[in-house]
């Protein structure tokens, strides 16, 4: 018998088709225009090998080795829910008991999946909260730097996350778009929470049918698709902020600036302006002194600005332009050249960041209440920026300073984590294994057995969503959707929420975890509070048993087409932005008070340490590690689109044709990739579409270290084992990951076999229960 299951993942809203009580296929949404192939993994992972079947505990823990080198080395003892549940019941009161409850770190960074009830790190913020707090993680990997930038520059980060300024407005208004990083495709297939239709690619398309002129400025040709017809200029990676600083010096040196723009609704140009000019340090950031920083040439920059200050223009970045040294700088810049050309508030122009970094950024939302579980209150206070989490665990005691504040690191004793995979997000991953061995115990929840899983001590078998009921809801999207049970729970595999409630009755407060509710009565509840909060919005929604019936609510398009700082640029005194002056901050008193000389109080250029423009004997080339076009981060690896995508079963590396010929390397062949941090195996891909000097391998494939005659190496292609692990900025202290240089050469040693997608070895099962 075949049945029909609603569901829904980041990747999309789907059907599970399930034969036997096995997934064996899906449909896709039907309202969505471009529903992506990724959803078609969903069998393959459901029902992997690589699952966890049941609770495991590692062998040299249970032996009493706490702290030491073993973990992610040792085998596995499988073993009851009940032993399972008491041992990290122990653990939690014990670590809280001997070293306080800051000792925790439940910060628990990751996308987890995309129901709102069952989302791990929810679950775990909730257990872990009501049961005393935990030192927590703040900003993201996506846009660390940028988030903490913009509430200083424009009082918001709604060009950051949304709502931005409409594709629609874009389309209707704009004559030329400058895409910093381009506009990947492969990006899109992708919303946080899930997305019901994927907008992005048709209004993509008709920006291109409506005539407006794409510019690609990025070192990939391919970061913007092939309709859009866009000029490639393929910049240095690291160089934009000497790009933009340079345009906006073009156009202050034919007065073409926007004085009426910049005089209401900005404070700082006199400073920004002399910087540019080069009263200020002598140097004028002519396109001249830029061309050889980024490698565009001086003529075409100049060309580009006077052309922008002409033309109603779009400017944008993708999220990976600041996820590298310095990485506020060209942000600040962008919103610096907007205030130049006045574009800030009108229809179609200004500035605006992401719209090629995810589905949903300027497409139609529904801008109402989201499905989310309610947040506790963690009584523990101390939260470092996200990326910082292998310092966290380095240097207990010591100070770590972060937009204008000195962080005390607290002593981390404990590690739980439900919902995201360190071993995956993280830089530098050799340097994360030395700072895992500190803490005495890991407690990981996961589905799958991946490289963060098998550097556990207590390892929880999780469901996945097609194992439970839930709802998916976005911000970016104008969806609601039901998600029904399709199949029973794989093995022994039980939801976060069931598992920590238990833990939590251990501790003596499983009533107050659960609000003495189960996962039907919670569903009710938290979608009750959401038509309550529409009804007071004025929006009618059908109760809880008909959307469930009816699998999925569609809210209709917003009448009007949203315009970014609208309201302001007409009426600057009477909507001021939320910045100390209330006006757009091209220079901050609150960041030049911050005193750090790398980040003064206006955007600059400054150079990265580690870039093609420094020291390149040893390294000489750029790794650009981007987003997968086959999965969501290490998510879906072991399924079709991604294994398909592999070159004798590693990650491909792509790499301009002259390169390869210069190292005597051909197509499709498997090439060891290196720096002073790391080495990986890779497949060779040649593409005349990249900037010569610059090599790509997309992030996500997981992590196998293996020991080889050549040294440790990641035999699979895991990128970070490569990337370093340095804030971006004092400022934003965001992921640094795309400022990396390696070295490539061929691989002449027998070909060490992946074993990541098979289970770990495990000893003997414990007798005693
Ligand atoms: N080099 C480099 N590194 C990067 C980036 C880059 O550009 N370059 N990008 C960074 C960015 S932007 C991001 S956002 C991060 C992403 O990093 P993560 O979000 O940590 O990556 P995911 O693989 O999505 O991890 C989510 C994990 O949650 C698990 N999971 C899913 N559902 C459940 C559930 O219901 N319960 C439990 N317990 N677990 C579940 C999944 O199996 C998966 O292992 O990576 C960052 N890392
Ligand atoms: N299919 C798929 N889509 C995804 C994800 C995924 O895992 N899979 N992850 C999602 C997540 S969590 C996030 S945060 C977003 C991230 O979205 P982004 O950060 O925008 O994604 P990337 O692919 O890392 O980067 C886009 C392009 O920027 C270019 N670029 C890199 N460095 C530079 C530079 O210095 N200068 C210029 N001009 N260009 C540069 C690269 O060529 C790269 O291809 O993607 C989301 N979308
Ligand atoms: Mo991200």
């Not at 709802?471 to 959707?481: G, K, M, P, V």
């Not at 289970?759 to 414990?766: D, G, K, R, V």
Request: charged share 20%.
């Amino acid at each position: 018998m075949t049945v029909i299951k609603p569901q829904a993942a980041h990747w999309g809203y789907f059907d599970a088709v399930v034969e036997g009580g096995r997934v064996t296929g899906i449909r896709p949404f039907a309202p969505d225009p471009f529903p992506g192939s990724l959803i078609e993994g969903i069998p393959d992972i459901v029902h992997a090998p690589c699952r966890i079947d049941r609770p495991h505990v590692r062998e040299g823990w249970l032996r009493g080795e706490r702290r030491g080198a073993t973990r992610g080395r040792d085998r596995f003892v499988p073993v009851s829910w009940d032993r399972a549940t008491r041992l990290v019941a122990e653990e939690v009161a014990r670590t809280r008991a001997e070293h306080g409850d800051a000792s925790i770190l439940g910060g628990s960074y990751g996308w987890a999946s995309a129901g709102r009830f069952h989302h791990a790190r929810s679950q775990l913020h909730r257990f872990l909260g009501l049961g005393g707090g935990f030192t927590s993680q703040v900003t993201n990997y996506s846009y660390g730097a940028g988030m903490t930038l913009m509430p200083h520059v424009l009082g918001t980060n709604d060009p950051v996350t949304g709502p931005a300024t409409d594709w629609r407005s874009i389309i209707g208004n704009a004559r030329l778009m400058l895409c910093f990083g381009g506009l990947p495709l492969k990006n899109g297939l992708v919303t946080a929470g899930g997305a019901g239709a994927h907008e992005y690619v048709p209004l993509m398309r008709q920006a291109a049918e409506a005539g407006i002129r794409f510019v690609n400025i990025s070192p990939l040709r391919g970061d913007a698709p092939d309709f859009l017809r866009a000029e490639w200029l393929p910049i240095r990676p690291g160089g934009d902020a000497a790009m933009v600083l340079a345009m906006i010096q073009a156009i202050v040196a034919e007065g073409l600036e926007d004085r009426g723009f910049l005089d209401r609704c900005t404070v700082g140009w006199d400073r920004l302006r002399a910087y540019v000019s080069g009263e200020a340090d002598g140097v004028a950031k002519t396109p001249e002194w830029a061309e050889p920083l980024c490698e565009v040439p001086a003529a075409a920059i100049r060309a580009l600005a006077l052309e922008a200050a002409r033309t109603p223009t779009m400017l944008t970045a993708t999220w990976s332009t600041q996820r590298s040294e310095n990485g506020e700088q060209p942000w600040w810049a962008l919103v610096a050249l907007a205030s130049a050309l006045g574009g800030i508030g009108k229809p179609g122009q200004g500035v605006a960041f992401g719209y090629g970094s995810i589905n949903g950024i300027g497409t139609a939302r529904r801008d109402l209440p989201s499905v989310n579980l309610p947040a506790t209150r963690n009584p523990v206070t101390t939260a470092i920026p996200v990326a910082r989490v292998t310092e966290l665990l380095e240097r207990p005691g010591e100070v770590l300073r972060y937009n204008g504040r000195d962080i005390l690191l607290p002593d981390i004793r404990m590690v739980f984590w439900a919902g995201g995979n360190p071993f995956h997000h993280h830089q530098d991953l050799n340097r994360l294994a030395r700072a895992f061995s500190r803490p005495e115990t890991i407690v990981v929840s996961e589905p799958w057995w991946t490289s963060l899983a098998r550097h556990a001590d207590i390892v929880l078998p999780a469901t996945t969503t097609l194992e439970r009921n839930d709802i998916a809801s976005s911000s970016r999207d104008r969806f609601l959707r039901a998600m029904h049970q399709a199949v029973p729970p794989q093995g022994q595999a039980r939801n976060d929420h069931d598992a920590f409630a238990d833990i939590a009755e251990a501790l003596g407060y499983r009533d107050s975890f659960t609000g003495q509710r189960d996962e039907g009565a919670w569903l009710r509840h938290l979608y009750d509070r959401f038509r309550r909060a529409c009804a007071a919005l004025g929006e009618e929604v059908p109760d809880f048993d008909r959307f469930w019936e009816a699998g999925h609510l569609e809210f209709d398009r917003p009448e009007r087409d949203f315009v970014g700082f609208a309201d302001f640029a007409a009426d600057p005194e009477g909507s001021p932005l939320a910045t100390p002056s209330g006006k757009v901050e091209l220079y901050s008193e609150t960041i030049a008070g911050f005193g750090d000389p790398a980040v003064p109080g206006h955007p600059v250029w400054r150079a990265p340490a580690e870039w093609l423009g420094g020291d390149t004997a040893r390294h000489p080339l750029h790794l650009l590690s981007n987003q997968p076009a086959t999965r969501l981060h290490g998510q879906l690896d072991p399924a079709r689109a991604a294994r398909g995508s592999k070159l004798h079963g590693r990650e491909p590396i792509r790499m301009n044709p002259d390169d390869a010929a210069a190292r005597g390397l051909v197509a499709g062949e498997v090439v060891r990739v290196f720096n002073g941090r790391g080495a990986l195996l890779a497949g060779l891909a040649l593409d005349d579409g990249l900037r010569p000097g610059v090599v790509t391998m997309s992030t996500g494939a997981w992590w196998d270290p293996q020991e080889t005659p050549e040294g440790r190496l990641c035999v699979h292609g895991n990128p970070n084992v490569l990337t370093q692990d340095r804030g971006t900025s004092s400022l934003g202290q965001g992921c640094a990951a795309q400022s990396c240089l390696v070295q490539v050469a061929a691989w002449t040693g027998p070909l060490p076999a992946v074993s990541v997608h098979e289970p770990p070895p495990l000893a003997a099962e414990e007798r005693l229960g």
